[in-house]
């Protein structure tokens, strides 16, 4: 079918969506930690929050990935940088301690010059290239984080930096616990929140992206470099704007995971973390929003839920026979090839890459 | 200039070890456009097959040059079959899916053999026999150690027998027309899918013995020790020109030299600012340095891009 046939279709089944679905969707992201915090306790709580962050972080890398197709295998280097620079300016390591409102579009800003920096001596390189390159970006900066306490104390190297002001938005403070007309609010489902409201603005913000004038270019440039750039498209231009935005998501992911932990250290930023979001934006469906997000969640929660492999054995065999965090990965890695072999376009795909797998076969 | 002398030799030895695994990076990067994750966890199977061959042949009291042979052909084996098998599942299925699909499959195969690695031989660092010469021999105040000189020599003498392999023999014929074009590769009556598990096959073999080179060089295994490993061969491959094999050749030496040089000078030539532990930054900075100056690597050809 031709490419114009299907995509009116496609636009009237977004708009004719009932409107209880969505409303229903919404109560039900909103209930969730409370009704987690209920059932399965804190810790659970605590996972979503991170499956909400690496949501953030996987949207990000779908702006580079998905939209623009520069593969980019470093991402976590911009995810370092934010939450080193909220580390540095909000604890007693240079007794600093700016406010959240000031340090995560300083975070965002950092990050997207880092991410120009990147870009500017890689743009003329091939696809396998640029990843090979971005992969020794990456490992540069956790090099250096890891090693910049000599001679001049800046990152306090591999111990990290610890004792981080807790994160707070104006009155709200997120660590202390509130009770709302006998809920009990703790730090957990108060972050939370305020995580929430920075996954909702990225998904906008992407959506926005996708269907705009640059978002467009992009496409074209993903799709043929050497068209678009023969169509008048800057094409330079356009792909270190991919690579800043993207980084910008990643800063303000950084600064937030640094708020939350309370602690950072160069380990938490390792190649194996910027493959694991590459494995969330190609697994869950590069560039389409809703793949994205359910991708980073699936693969953030699996690992989580696969602890349970120990308990699981005791109560089947009475005793645990394998190591259970091996185990977890290697459920974990196992599961990884099996659904990427039964859908190679990823589970949510973008509907104009579905229209062109089916097309060509 | 001996410590120039000495980390030129070091570096030589590293390198042909980044040589030998960059060779498997860069011949299935030739043929199927794919950048194989699981290939360090090859490298790191056949050190781990390898140390468990040669614990229990010298517990019994075989002699070392028996038991290292054995170990090292044993563990060929095993790695072949494994090539194989990672061809077959991980691979061979999304031949025609999108291109980023294989690169998951192999990063979740890479996880899957980490952690069987760490069920079978456990999380601790196995240490190698003593099998091999202490012996070494002092020249000019340089020290080259039997085992250096051993390793140079092997990985020589494997560089050039694959050398010839590919541009001498019908099957290299056959490699050789499969990368430039698979499907008229086809036409002309090439089994291109027996040609790519074939170079699989090849590649893990030669993965293999650079396991137990590493083993050997520095004495211990571990199941993570293929990741890092996997990297800077990949890097060096990268750097000679993906694809082109005495490319990888090249980059593997050359990566192994700048680090051992960098590693030693590093200190002195920033004044003590930065110590040798930013050794791997040398590396990647040389290859980011190097792509940009020359986009396609060292050796690789400058490919035209189609309309």
């Known amino acids: 079918m031709a490419y114009w046939a299907a995509a009116p279709v496609k636009r009237y089944d977004v708009k004719m969506r009932p409107r209880f679905i969505r409303w229903g969707a919404a109560a039900l992201v909103l209930a969730l930690p409370f009704v987690t915090h209920v059932v399965l306790g804190q810790g659970w709580v605590r996972i979503l929050d991170f499956a909400l962050l690496y949501v953030l972080l996987a949207l990000g890398l779908n702006i580079v990935v998905g939209y623009a197709g520069l593969l980019d295998l470093g991402y976590v280097a911009f995810f370092a940088v934010g939450a080193y620079c909220y580390a540095l300016f909000a604890s007693p390591q240079f007794d600093l301690h700016w406010p959240l409102w000031a340090l995560l579009p300083m975070g965002a800003l950092l990050a997207a010059c880092f991410g120009v920096l990147l870009g500017t001596p890689t743009l003329g390189l091939r696809g396998d290239y640029l990843a090979i390159v971005t992969l020794g970006f990456g490992e540069i900066i956790r090099i250096f984080l890891n090693n910049l306490n000599a001679p001049v104390n800046i990152t306090n190297g591999p111990q990290g930096v610890s004792l981080i002001d807790p994160l707070h938005v104006g009155p709200w403070f997120l660590e202390k616990t509130y009770h709302l007309g006998g809920i009990e609010v703790p730090l957990v489902i108060n972050v939370y929140f305020l995580f929430l409201l920075a996954v909702v603005l990225a998904v906008h913000l992407s959506h926005r992206l996708e269907n705009s004038r640059i978002g467009r270019a992009w496409a074209a440039i993903r799709e043929d470099e050497l068209a678009a750039a023969s169509m008048g498209l800057n094409t330079r231009n356009l792909k270190l704007l991919a690579f800043a935005m993207g980084a910008t998501f990643g800063g303000v992911s950084g600064g937030l995971f640094a708020g939350f932990q309370g602690f950072v250290s160069p380990e938490s930023f390792t190649l194996q973390e910027s493959v694991m979001i590459l494995c969330m934006v190609v697994l869950g469906g590069m560039g389409n929003i809703a793949g994205v997000v359910l991708g980073a969640v699936l693969l953030s929660v699996l690992p989580e839920a696969l602890r349970g492999l120990g308990g699981l054995q005791e109560f089947l065999f009475g005793r645990i026979w394998v190591d259970p965090s091996n185990l977890r990965l290697l459920v974990f890695g196992i599961a990884l090839v099996l659904m990427m072999l039964m859908r190679p376009e990823g589970l949510l795909p973008a509907s104009a890459r579905q229209r062109e797998l089916h097309e060509s076969k | ?307």
């Open chain 2, 1 to 307: 200039m001996d410590i120039f002398l000495q980390q030129l030799v070091n570096g030589l030895t590293l390198g042909s070890i980044y040589a030998l695994v960059a060779l498997g990076y860069t011949m299935v990067y030739g043929i199927m456009e794919l950048i194989n994750f699981a290939h360090g966890d090859v490298v790191m199977v056949g050190a781990m097959v390898a140390l468990t061959v040669l614990q229990a042949l010298t517990g019994w009291g075989v002699p070392s040059g028996v038991a290292l042979a054995v170990a090292v052909a044993v563990a060929m084996a095993v790695c072949m079959a494994l090539g194989l098998a990672i061809e077959r599942v991980a691979y061979r299925p999304l031949r025609r899916a999108p291109k980023l699909a294989p690169l998951i499959t192999a990063i979740g195969l890479s996880i899957v053999l980490q952690q069987l690695a760490a069920l079978i031989w456990g999380r601790s660092y196995l240490s190698f026999p003593s099998v091999l010469p202490t012996a070494s021999m002092s020249w000019h105040g340089v020290i080259i150690t039997a085992i250096q000189g051993l390793i140079i020599v092997l990985a020589t003498l494997l560089m050039a027998i694959l050398l010839l392999l590919v541009k001498r023999t019908a099957l290299g014929r056959a490699m050789r027309a499969t990368a430039q074009n698979p499907a008229v590769a086809q036409l002309m009556g090439v089994n291109t899918d027996r040609i790519i598990a074939f170079t699989f096959v090849i590649g893990s073999a030669l993965a293999a013995v650079a396991g137990v080179m590493v083993a050997a060089y520095y004495n211990v295994g571990n199941y993570t020790m293929g990741f890092m490993l996997g990297l800077k061969a990949f890097t060096a491959a990268v750097l000679g020109g993906i694809g082109n094999l005495p490319g990888a050749m090249l980059g593997g030496l050359l990566l192994g030299v700048v680090e051992a040089l960098g590693a030693g000078y590093i200190g002195d030539l920033t004044g003590g600012f930065f110590g040798s532990n930013y050794k791997d930054v040398f590396a990647f900075l040389v290859l980011i340095g190097v792509l940009i100056f020359h986009p396609n690597g060292l050796l690789g050809s400058r490919a035209r891009e189609k309309v």
